[in-house]
């Protein structure tokens, strides 16, 4: 069995855009993406989370911190009815040269194997033209999360939206 799948990138699209977070305390949900998350878990979406944490490489933060962070991310979401499916994440420095790291598409391909996921018939949402660059080269669909709309064309994705949560309406018209 193949699933339709949203791939969402993690720091600036499901959370505030924190400098390395480094810490649980300072990780938080951005408005809006609960409900967006339990829309897509109520339509049949995978919900798969695809992040580039090089902070781990940089010796920022340790992979036991990264996992107390990942871990309330899917606490508080399951609190609101929203449930992560799988977390892919890059733990490499953009020099390191990595197969992993977006926007390659090794992350969206390892989960599709993983899962059982149809890439033709799958989202990739993210705040950065790299979520875009990766989820194209998956054979994904793609959204742009951009607040300021107006001020970044959006050519390069399928569609531009505010939130994720805009996004979400976008996607289950388009799908």
């Known amino acids: ?11 600036g699209t499901i959370a505030r ?10 990780f938080e949900i951005l408005p809006r ?3 967006a998350i339990r829309t ?19 010796g920022y933060f340790t992979l036991e911190t990264l996992s107390r962070i990942h871990e309330k991310m899917t606490t508080e979401l399951a609190r609101d009815g929203a449930g992560i499916d799988a977390i892919y994440m890059c733990p490499h ?11 390659r598409p090794a992350l969206l391909l390892q989960a599709a ?5 149809a890439l033709d ?5 993210g705040d950065d033209l790299k979520d875009v660059q990766a989820g194209r080269a998956a054979g994904c669909r793609t959204v742009w999360l951009q607040p300021d ?7 390069d994705s399928d569609h531009v939206a505010v939130d994720l949560f805009e996004a979400v309406e976008w996607l289950l018209k388009d799908a």
């Open 149 to 155: 709309a107006g001020e970044r064309p959006g050519a």
């Open 113 to 117: 194997r993983d899962i059982g996921i």
């Open 17 to 26: 855009d924190v400098h390395y977070c480094r810490d649980p305390r300072d």
């Open 40 to 58: 897509l878990n109520e339509h049949g979406f995978k919900v798969v989370v695809i992040t580039n944490q090089s902070g781990i490489a940089r």
């Open 1 to 11: 069995m193949s699933y339709r799948a949203v791939f969402l990138d993690r720091d």
């Open 93 to 103: 420095h953009p020099d390191d040269g990595c197969v992993c790291r977006k926007p």
């Open 121 to 125: 018939r799958s989202y990739m949402i």
């Open 33 to 35: 993406v609960p409900i």
